[in-house]
């Protein structure tokens, strides 16, 4: 069974960094797209970026030029660098790994708290 174990969550103020990590084990890691998802109270989880290859990313609109995602093919380690915190984005930070024939892990989250 795939394990995803994240960490580096904490509480920062509005225009700090933070940098989340993510360990993967029991998986084929270099095979699946790696992303990080996050969820606030009252709404619905929701993409924040995803990793296939280096040149292969993808950002929601909202954090663009702010994070950026890396991986470690050689540690099975995903990586997201938060730069410039707002307070929206206070949220769970969730690590996803998803294979091209559907599969989905997800790890039991981070929590961010960014205040104003």
């Known amino acids: 069974q795939v394990q995803l174990v994240e960490s580096g969550g904490g509480s920062v103020q509005a225009g700090g960094s933070l940098r989340l990590s993510c360990a993967a084990s029991?998986?084929?890691?270099?095979?699946?797209?790696m992303g990080w998802y996050r969820q606030a109270p009252g709404k619905q989880r929701e993409l924040v970026a995803t990793i296939t290859s280096p040149k292969n990313t993808n950002y929601a609109d909202s954090v663009k030029g702010r994070f950026t995602i890396s991986r470690d093919n050689t540690k099975n380690m995903v990586y997201l660098q938060m730069d410039n915190l707002k307070p929206e984005d206070t949220a769970v930070y969730f690590c996803n790994a998803a294979s091209s024939r559907g599969e989905t892990n997800w790890g039991q989250g981070t929590q961010v708290t960014v205040s104003s």
């Open positions: 029991r998986i084929f890691f270099a095979m699946y797209t």
